[in-house]
């Protein structure tokens, strides 16, 4: 099984640590915080940085939490973008399941497109819900 472990300290060289952001870039807490080490852009809300890849799940402002309606497009982009890039590993964190606010059970169906793309790791509780 693909699982990304719970918690991630370092990265292969050909390791992708996929976090979830705000749509302004501001990392300053969780996962995102974490993200800067390996190469996160302060600013940069969703997308490649260095050895990381952000997901928005919170606005710009930080105070609202987007709408999973609002994160899926986000998702969406992220596989499209892991499928292009078959040669790396693309650790998934608990996107949206911290600061955001949500349960793995709503945010685990968004991807469930990922579930066949063999460089994508999941966390194991995503998996459990995409599973069943």
Not at 70 to 75: G, M, Q
Request: with cysteine; hydrophobic share 35%; glycine share 10%.
């Amino acid at each position: 099984m693909r699982t990304t472990p719970e918690l991630v300290k370092k990265l292969e060289s050909d390791q992708i640590f996929v976090f979830g952001s705000n749509q302004g870039g501001r990392h300053g807490k969780g996962a995102a915080k974490t993200a800067l080490g390996w190469g996160a852009v302060y600013g940069q809300g969703e997308g490649r940085q260095g050895r990381t890849y952000a997901i928005p799940t919170k606005d710009k402002s930080v105070r609202r939490t987007l709408s999973l309606d609002e994160i899926k497009p986000y998702v969406d982009r992220f596989i499209e973008y892991a499928k292009e890039h078959p040669e790396l590993i693309f650790l998934v964190t608990e996107i949206g399941c911290g600061l955001a606010g949500y349960k793995p059970k709503k945010i685990a169906p968004l991807f469930v497109e990922a579930k066949d793309v063999e460089n994508i790791w999941l966390p194991a509780r995503f998996w459990h819900k995409i599973d069943s």
